[in-house]
Nanobody, 119 residues
C-alpha cells in the first residue's frame, strides 16, 4: 500500500509559478512510476507529466517547457514545478504512482490539490 498527499496548490496570477508536492508513505520502495494528472471542470483527467524509475520524464505537449517533474527519494516526495502558468492550467492536480510487484502492479492516487490561475 502507498499513501499519497499532495500540497502546494493555490491561486496564482498568469505568468506565475507553483511547485506541487506529493509526499508518499507506505511501500514506497515498490514505486515504479510517478505521474501528475489534472482535471479541469467538465473535462477528463489528463496526464501532465510522468517519470519511471531510472527513466526520462515525459510531458504533455501543453506543458512542455513550462513543467518539471522530479523526485527526492530520501524524502519520498515527488514534485511538479510549473512556470509561466496560464488560465488554462486551472485544474485539480493529482499525484499518481504505480507501485507493487511486476506481476501485481497497483495504481494509487492522492486526494488532489486545486490550482487556479487568474488572468
Amino acid at each position: 500500500q502507498v499513501q499519497l498527499v499532495e500540497s502546494g496548490g493555490g491561486l496564482v496570477q498568469a505568468g506565475g509559478s507553483l511547485r506541487l508536492s506529493c509526499a508518499a508513505s507506505g511501500s514506497t520502495f515498490s514505486i515504479k512510476r510517478i505521474g501528475w494528472y489534472r482535471q479541469a471542470p467538465g473535462k477528463q483527467r489528463e496526464l501532465v507529466a510522468s517519470i519511471i524509475s531510472g527513466g526520462s520524464p515525459n510531458y504533455a505537449d501543453s506543458v512542455k517547457g513550462r513543467a518539471t517533474i522530479s523526485r527526492n527519494n530520501a524524502k519520498n516526495t515527488a514534485y511538479l514545478q510549473m512556470n509561466s502558468l496560464k488560465p488554462e492550467d486551472t485544474a485539480v492536480y493529482y499525484c499518481n504512482v504505480l507501485a507493487g510487484t511486476q506481476y501485481s502492479p497497483t495504481n494509487y492516487w492522492g486526494q488532489g490539490t486545486q490550482v487556479t490561475v487568474s488572468s
